[in-house]
């Protein structure tokens, strides 16, 4: 299972690469503006930062928009994924860039039956927002099993990036139920390293240890 961290902060892309468990970097226009920088710059440093698939998301709401702004964007880098909203435009878009060989990620995905149209569109990936679907009552991760169903009962390429992930559970859900990627931010991706369990047991062993007679 692949783990991508959900950022345009640099600075975050960079030290959790270090850690060695990321895969790749997701970003939207959010996070994008949260850092307060011109998007050109903020591409260019997590290509440059980042070795593996980076998604950086268009904004534009008609299919030939939608396909400039991706040609665009795949010149930053080779491993450049556009991301594109679905919808009808979207994947009428992804079908195009698919075409030429430019992956896709389409995203603000919230039904099972909206992921069948971007397989077929041939979308590289797909990117269900399961914490949004909690925060209103649904299952998110049912989202997640039913796109793996419809994927594997007719061999679609398309790789599943569980995404709005708000804590390890939904990583633990993810990685059950056969989802490819999950991306999530810097503070879940800390989460994940920690156990109360492990910091006792390490505390009692280099306690002992300190009675362990000197040679
Ligand atoms: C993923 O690709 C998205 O950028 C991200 O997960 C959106 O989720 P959120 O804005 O709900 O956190």
């Given amino acids: 299972?692949?783990?991508f961290i959900d950022t345009a902060d640099v600075q975050q892309v960079?030290?959790?690469?270090?850690?060695?468990?990321?895969?790749?970097?997701?970003?939207?226009?959010?996070h994008v503006a949260k850092t307060g920088r011109p998007a050109a710059?903020?591409?260019?440093?997590?290509c440059a930062a980042a070795d593996g698939p980076v998604?950086?998301?268009t904004i534009g709401l008609t299919a030939p928009e939608i396909v400039a702004e991706g040609r665009e964007l795949a010149k930053y880098h080779r491993n450049v994924v556009v991301k594109v909203p679905i919808i009808k435009e979207g994947l009428k878009a992804v079908k195009i860039l698919a075409a030429e060989g430019i992956k896709t990620n389409v995203t603000v995905t919230f039904s099972p039956v909206q992921a069948l149209?971007?397989?077929k569109c041939g979308a590289t990936y797909i990117s269900p927002f399961v914490g949004r679907l909690d925060a209103h009552a649904h299952?998110?991760?049912?989202?997640?099993?039913?796109?793996?169903?419809?994927?594997?009962?007719?061999?679609?390429?398309?790789?599943i990036i569980v995404a709005a992930v708000r804590h390890p559970v939904h990583v633990l859900e993810a990685a059950l139920a056969g989802a490819h990627i999950a991306t999530m931010n810097f503070d879940v991706l800390q989460q994940l390293y920690l156990h109360p369990l492990t910091d006792i047991v390490i505390a009692q062993f280099l306690k002992d240890w300190k009675s362990v007679p000197k040679e």
């Avoid at 960079?14 to 959010?30: F, L, M, Q, Y």
């Avoid at 710059?41 to 997590?46: G, L, Q, T």
């Avoid at 989202?143 to 679609?156: A, C, E, P, S």
């Fill in 1 to 3: 299972m692949k783990l």
């Fill in 55 to 57: 998604s950086l998301e």
């Fill in 14 to 30: 960079k030290e959790a690469w270090s850690w060695g468990i990321i895969d790749g970097v997701t970003t939207n226009p959010s």
């Fill in 139 to 159: 299952n998110g991760m049912d989202l997640v099993r039913q796109i793996k169903t419809i994927y594997d009962n007719y061999g679609f390429k398309t790789e």
């Fill in 41 to 46: 710059a903020v591409f260019r440093d997590i």
């Fill in 117 to 119: 149209l971007a397989a």
